[in-house]
């Protein structure tokens, strides 16, 4: 490519990096505010998370074209090439947080028209985490960073062990009191829905370490493939 | 591209495809084995499924590579090109189908530990209308066809009104006897799994529907960014 070309192709694919930034943070933010809906029972907050999803579409849309407009233009090749298709890949993931964020605040939405079954400890701690390791793999992926990429996925354990934490001491309640087992699907739910956040991160991070370190792997495996 | 390039390209193509039906294949089995177990109490079937995720993984391994090295050597354009990024992407869904299968088979396990809480009909219905979305959203994919995609995406509401039935049901036995409790939690788990094994299908269906159908929408939206 020419030198004005690549510098292009450069400054499109920082952009590119920008926009997903943007995008992971809308996201976040869209969960936080279904967990502080769910905290301090304020259904304002959780609302504002189940109509306000036209951003993040509308950037999801957005990051999209740009990545197809860059593979089709540039043509690039190696660790770029792979870094837009990692960029396809994670701008779904982060669309469905946002989605989850929603489903949340829909669960939410349930279970503030009962009494707290208890004291909320761990889900918040489980939403703290997601939410790290949404932040920590979308880093890794700017900085191509296989070391940041490869501690969240060690996070992700802590947030399994919780989830399991979350489902035992809730059906302990269901047992004990009926009353307390609708509220407490729905923190059961909320909690799945906070380890499928870890999930997204989870496949964030795996796609920043495919992109940065795939050539040996991808050679191996491209002989595998009929030698194309 | 000469005319040599141009057809070897479309074989690679045509083999690209027969690949993701492959693993389509393999999925779609997967779930019906887990649910196989399920229905006749059968833990050999569900254990089969828990060990058997092997074929798949490597499967999802190849089909990447197929896409990453059909993208670098022939730098595809407009509805190939989309092509070539949506099996990326119904990879993806499809690897997680078949992990979806091994959290079945899990819950299936737990399941089989209590005797049954209710003769199982709408649980198997929904794994009939997620396997058989999947296969046509597989298949609108190799033909290309919006009309096939978009029969996929109404089925997706029939599931949904289904999983809301299992829950509201096992919500009652839960209710009148908290020895249904654990055993139901199981159940809402699978329907919950099969409902996002829809959405999967969903997904593949909009990528189809993207991919035959963008040009339109996507010119419109390069025009919004920035113009490149």
């Known amino acids: 490519m020419a030198e004005r070309v690549v510098r292009h192709f450069q400054e499109e694919l920082?952009?590119?990096?920008?926009?997903?930034?943007?995008?992971?943070?809308?996201?976040?933010e869209r969960v936080r505010a279904a967990l502080e809906g769910l905290v301090s029972r304020d259904m304002t907050v959780v609302e504002r998370v189940l109509i306000?999803?036209?951003?993040?579409?509308?950037?999801?849309?957005?990051?999209?074209?740009?990545?197809?407009?860059?593979?089709?233009?540039?043509?690039?090749?190696a660790v770029d090439l792979r870094a837009i298709v990692s960029a396809v890949k994670i701008n779904?993931?982060?669309?469905?947080?946002?989605d989850l964020a929603i489903n949340i605040a829909e669960a939410v939405t349930r279970y503030l028209k009962h009494p707290p079954v208890k004291e909320l400890i761990d889900i918040p701690r489980m939403a703290g985490i997601a939410q790290s390791m949404l932040r920590d793999a979308l880093d890794a992926y700017v900085r191509r960073d296989i070391t940041m990429a490869e501690a969240v996925l060690n996070q992700d354990d802590e947030l399994d062990g919780l989830k399991t934490q979350v489902f035992r001491e809730l059906l302990t309640y269901m047992l004990q009191a009926p009353s307390t087992i609708e509220p407490s699907l729905d923190l059961i739910l909320i909690s799945r829905h906070l380890e499928r956040i870890g999930d997204h991160a989870t496949n964030v991070a795996e796609d920043?370490?495919?992109?940065?370190?795939?050539?040996?792997?991808?050679?191996?495996?491209?002989?595998?493939?009929?030698?194309?």
Chains 1, 2 share one sequence.
């Open 52 to 77: 306000g999803d036209t951003p993040i579409n509308q950037l999801h849309i957005e990051i999209d074209n740009r990545c197809f407009t860059l593979l089709a233009l540039h043509q690039p090749m």
């Open 14 to 28: 920082e952009q590119l990096k920008t926009r997903l930034l943007e995008m992971g943070g809308l996201a976040e």
């Open 208 to 228: 920043v370490i495919f992109m940065v370190s795939a050539r040996d792997v991808r050679h191996h495996s491209a002989d595998r493939s009929d030698g194309i």
């Open 92 to 98: 779904t993931d982060l669309e469905r947080v946002g």
